[in-house]
């Protein structure tokens, strides 16, 4: 019987949650869980003529048998996806989730550059 690989979802989350943390602030924690973490831009703004309070920023939240990593500014302007390293690109499973199913010295640098951009992105639209 094969051996059963080791489950190191909650370290990913971890690892996962403390790079988003570093926009923290002026990002806001939506959720702060054991398994799920969300960050938010509290500030008013006006968004495709909508007033919003707060805009969705990204998380990290383990699922069954990957940590999803969602990444909100590559649905507002999808030009972003060309600056997503390719190794990241290959786990993007829909518009905003990649499913991150291991966490590689590579893995880590191409997430923390992802956020970076999405921080820069949401700052130069003036949503934080």
């Known amino acids: ?16 949650k403390k ?16 398994s799920r973490y ?16 707060e805009v969705y920023f990204g998380a ?3 699922q069954s048998n990957y940590v999803g990593f969602y990444l909100m500014s590559v649905y507002c302007e999808p030009s972003l996806y060309k600056k ?3 190794e990241l690109m290959k786990t993007l499973k829909g518009k905003t989730c990649f499913h991150i199913k291991t966490l590689d010295a590579s893995m880590k640098k191409q997430i923390a550059d992802a956020i970076k951009m999405s921080f820069d ?3 130069k639209q003036g949503w934080v």
Do not use: H, Q, T
């Not at 969300?38 to 007033?51: D, M, Q």
């Open 19 to 34: 790079m988003l943390s570093k926009y923290k602030p002026p990002l806001v924690a939506n959720s702060d869980f054991e």
């Open 1 to 16: 019987m094969p051996e059963k690989k080791a489950d190191n979802r909650l370290a990913m989350f971890k690892e996962i």
């Open 60 to 62: 990290a939240i383990i």
């Open 38 to 53: 969300e960050l938010v831009s509290k500030k008013e703004v006006v968004i495709a003529g909508r007033k919003r309070s």
């Open 84 to 86: 997503i390293a390719p």
């Open 121 to 123: 992105f949401y700052k």
